[in-house]
């Protein structure tokens, strides 16, 4: 299965990410097919930097975001949010 995920890179207690596609038994820092873009957490606000296109391309091939890319997907734009749940029956 193909994943888009986050490869952690930058030194310590200072992570940085690029959101790369790979394969879902590679390791976190390991081999990747190709590199999205990145996010940086300790920007204020946190900045994400994507090539729209090429994330647009691979989430119609069938690649599947890990959770944290996801969520950075959403905040970009190219990922649409949830449906709101059910409301429940008191």
Known sequence: ???IRL?????KRQPYYRLVVAQKEA????AFLETLGSYDPHANPPSIQLDEAKTREWLTKGAQ???AAEK???RAGIVAG???APA???
């Open 65 to 67: 975001p890990s959770e």
């Open 82 to 84: 949830a449906a709101a």
């Open 88 to 90: 429940k029956d008191a």
């Open 27 to 30: 390791k976190r820092d390991g």
């Open 7 to 11: 490869r952690r890179v930058g030194k």
């Open 1 to 3: 299965m193909i994943r």
């Open 72 to 74: 950075i997907l959403r």
